[in-house]
């Protein structure tokens, strides 16, 4: 099991102000409607999508991507990328600092997120994750096989799945080593060849007035309040996506290597664009 990261500085004091819980509740109504809404649609039009395509999914998760896209439009916080996502089959890596994150990668393409096992249970949360397709995984040893079984399972049906190596969510301003675990699925006989890893960072920077891990989400904080705070700001600040060059899995010798590679990628793109 991952443990939680912890920072070595206490939380930031935020208050919030009438105007900003005002702001809060009308981009929240706002943000149901679009959640709720896509969710009807998604379900509706999956009906039809199971039977016809079974395991694969070539029209729901555009619905997924609209949805993520319309809710940063309501938030206010805005995307600024470098480079593309990757046309190869196979997996996207990041760092990992706020459930943001979620929806700014879900609103570039499709993709399949793979979250810890205790997600599935979170009210509302959970049932979303489920009905969009994440992949829940337990990060323990003797879960190994099965996990690398069910990631290859769905990549094989053409799911292009993202992860973050480092475990645990973090402040926003280190990138913690990979955990080289759940890059195993990616060298098996069926895979290995045809797959490639595609590395990611992203850094958040807060708008004007509001402090520099504004964004942040971590350790025991809790989500309603965090949620909160990100839909009461104004002026919202934005996220810096760099898209690194894809990593080819077959010119890796094992899991460590490549997750080494990754990181080293991530790592270099989120301290550029913290200078930036």
């Known amino acids: 099991m991952s443990p939680t990261w912890r920072s070595q500085t206490p939380l930031d004091e935020w208050d919030l102000s009438l105007s900003g819980a005002l702001l809060a509740a009308v981009r929240g109504v706002a943000l149901l409607v679009v959640v709720f809404t896509g969710l009807a649609a998604l ?3 999956r009906v039809i999508e199971r039977p016809v395509f079974g395991a ?3 029209w729901t998760p555009h619905i997924t991507v609209a949805v993520c896209r319309l809710a ?3 938030i206010g916080l805005q995307i600024k990328s470098e480079g593309a996502p990757m046309d190869h089959p196979g997996a996207i890596v990041a760092n990992h600092s706020s459930w943001l994150d979620i929806l700014v990668l879900n609103a570039t393409h499709p993709l399949y997120f793979v979250a810890k096992s205790e997600v599935a249970g979170w009210a509302g949360i959970g049932w979303l994750a489920r009905a969009t397709g994440t992949v829940f ?3 323990e040893r003797r879960e190994a096989q099965a996990q690398k079984t069910q990631f290859a399972t769905r990549l094989l049906a053409g799911h292009r799945l993202l992860f973050f190596p480092e ?8 990138v913690l080593p990979f955990k080289p675990t759940l890059f195993a699925a990616f060298f098996s006989d069926a895979l290995r060849e045809s797959l490639w890893v595609q590395p990611v960072s992203l850094r958040y920077h807060a708008g004007t007035g509001s402090k520099p891990r504004h964004y942040a989400w971590w350790g025991d904080m809790e989500f309603v309040g965090h949620l909160m705070k990100v839909l009461g700001t104004k002026p919202q600040g934005s996220v810096q996506l760099v898209w690194h060059a894809p990593i080819r899995v077959a010119d890796f010798e094992n899991r460590k290597t490549l997750a080494q590679t990754a990181e080293a990628a991530v790592h270099a793109g989120h301290n ?3 200078r930036a």
Do not use: K, M
């Open 43 to 45: 379900l509706l039009l």
């Open 137 to 139: 995984v337990r990060r």
């Open 167 to 174: 475990g645990t969510s973090t402040a926003g301003q280190v």
């Open 272 to 274: 550029l664009v913290a």
């Open 56 to 58: 694969s999914r070539p």
């Open 72 to 74: 940063l439009r309501i």
